[in-house]
């Protein structure tokens, strides 16, 4: 029994052999005998002598290229390619978006808090502070300190504390949350 089915499995595989070779010889053959290159030089030259020729003919249209053998010829209509193209531009444009919005998540958590320097100003938090202003400085570590701003630049904020030592605050820190300000209130 196994022995009729070994030699049923090599005719087998013996006929599928035979006809894959075949198949390659066929393709060998249509691929030596078929010159596309010479083809589309001789018909190009055709065109250009015509045109040549005859200029007022111009709306004339060409004939296709007729193809022989095993070529795949792909041809989209216009609707399909301006919607292949549609859905190319808004998913470039998703992408965009979600890039911006995860620099924008990335920005706020680097700096939680509003602060800027404008026009000799200091806005932060959505209030505007001068120079004069008292405010009140909270630390992490240590406790509430009354001062009064004294100047203010585009890197840093000057003030008088309470018990007359000057400090300067950074900009920077103040966006990162290390020092927090309050106006005094009345």
């Not at 691929?31 to 065109?47: A, C, F, K, T």
Request: hydrophobic share 30%.
């Amino acid at each position: 029994m196994t022995c009729l089915f070994q030699s049923d499995k090599i005719i087998l595989f013996d006929t599928v052999k035979f006809e894959l070779e075949d198949k390659i010889r066929r393709l060998e053959e249509d691929r030596h005998s078929l010159d596309i290159s010479s083809d589309l030089w001789n018909e190009s030259q055709q065109n250009i002598k015509k045109k040549k020729k005859s200029q007022s003919h111009s709306e004339k249209r060409r004939k296709p290229v007729t193809v022989s053998g095993p070529y795949i010829v792909y041809l989209l209509k216009d609707i399909e390619i301006i919607e292949d193209w549609t859905t190319i531009k808004k998913a470039v444009k998703q992408s965009q978006q979600k890039k911006k919005t995860e620099s924008f998540i990335y920005k706020t958590e680097k700096h939680p808090y509003t602060a800027r320097f404008d026009d000799g100003k200091l806005f932060y938090e959505g209030e505007w502070y001068n120079r004069g202003h008292h405010i009140i400085i909270d630390n992490r570590e240590d406790s509430p300190v009354h001062a009064t701003v004294t100047a203010i630049n585009t890197g840093e904020v000057w003030v008088k504390r309470s018990d007359g030592n000057k400090s300067k605050l950074y900009i920077a820190q103040l966006q990162k949350g290390k020092y927090t300000i309050r106006h005094v209130p009345y």
